[in-house]
């Protein structure tokens, strides 16, 4: 298993409107092969700062997968606009 993490900066004033998009966004990733589960937080103190945290069997899942899907289209409509710069994905292995 592999972990896709990105911290999601949304733009100021817009974090109902992205909780709104991400709730419609999430069957799109969910119904992915190799997806696991999925959490997302909103910062405490910097609360346009969300930590998106995704559980994928392999990395090529998400990278190969979802991203070359017509549901990552549709996410990406859904989501992108929100975020200001465009996160940076990185994924990590097991647990050490």
Known sequence: ???EHA???VRAGEGAAFER???K???LVAASPGFLGMEVRRGCEAVETYLLIVHWDR???HR???RCSDRYDAWRTLLHHFYDPMPVVQYFGEPV
Do not use: Y
Request: cysteine-free.
């Open 1 to 3: 298993m592999i972990v």
């Open 7 to 9: 911290l999601l900066q």
């Open 21 to 23: 998009a991400l709730a």
């Open 25 to 27: 966004a999430r069957p």
């Open 59 to 61: 990395m090529e899942d």
């Open 64 to 66: 190969d997968g979802f």
